[in-house]
T-cell receptor
Framework: EAQVTQNPRYLITVTGKKLTVTCSQN?????MSWYRQDPGLGLRQIYY???????DKGDVPEGYKVSRKEKRNFPLILESPSPNQTSLYFC????????????FGQGTRLTVV | GENVEQHPSTLSVQEGDSAVIKCTYS??????FPWYKQELGKRPQLIID?????GEKKDQRIAVTLNKTAKHFSLHITETQPEDSAVYFC?????????????FGQGTILTVHP
């Protein structure tokens, strides 16, 4: 089954404790991206990657890191999480960056206390 | 960078009525405009999209219109049903130097009353 898989689905952590949210897709998609969803603000792009080893900042990259060492994986890293990073996070992939449907993962609900 | 404004933030209609959601964008280089539907507790899913060389696109009860000159696009849902209740997001894909950057609107909570 074609899908985008994120882990974990839920995470509660403490300020400053490094964490990684994994994202994997099995559709051989070139383009992957991370979004955070906050009430009233919609979906805001954190980082995106147009291919392996190619990443770029979205609208809200501060406090986040990503890597794209393999085509299928695009982990989101929070080196020192803070409470303002409490949010619902979505990973998405698409065949290309242009004009194609984005397939979203199930979402990761992150709480930083 | 691109800025996408979406209105209204909430929309309540009676079953069978039409619903219209409007978005404006700022970057004239944007050339692809998808609409996503997100049901409660679920992931966003594409329902329709339009490219900048097209003015209107229709898929059953859903249609999207694009006015490039005015830089706005709209989602039209006819004969609404309770299962249309969800959050709807518009988005704009930026061209130019920020190629590949997808900017979403703030979302519209649509409630269809039986």
């Amino acid at each position: 089954e074609a899908q985008v898989t994120q882990n974990p689905r839920y995470l509660i952590t403490v300020t400053g404790k490094k964490l990684t949210v994994t994202c994997s897709q099995n559709m051989n998609h070139e383009y992957m991206s991370w979004y955070r969803q906050d009430p009233g603000l919609g979906l805001r792009q954190i980082y995106y990657s147009m291919n392996v080893e190619v990443t770029d900042k979205g609208d809200v990259p501060e406090g986040y890191k990503v890597s794209r060492k393999e085509k299928r994986n695009f982990p989101l890293i929070l080196e020192s999480p803070s409470p303002n990073q409490t949010s619902l996070y979505f990973c998405a992939s698409s065949l290309g960056s242009m004009n194609t449907e984005a397939f979203f993962g199930q979402g990761t609900r992150l709480t930083v206390v | 960078g691109e800025n996408v404004e979406q209105h209204p933030s909430t929309l309540s209609v009676q079953e069978g009525d039409s619903a219209v959601i409007k978005c404006t964008y700022s970057d004239s280089a944007s050339n692809y405009f998808p609409w996503y539907k997100q049901e409660l507790g679920k992931r966003p899913q594409l329902i329709i999209d339009i490219r900048s060389n097209v003015g209107e696109k229709k898929d059953q009860r859903i249609a999207v219109t694009l006015n490039k000159t005015a830089k706005h696009f709209s989602l039209h849902i006819t004969e609404t049903q309770p299962e249309d209740s969800a959050v709807y997001f518009c988005a704009a894909l930026t061209g130019g130097t920020s190629y590949g950057k997808l900017t979403f609107g703030q979302g519209t909570i649509l409630t269809v009353h039986p």
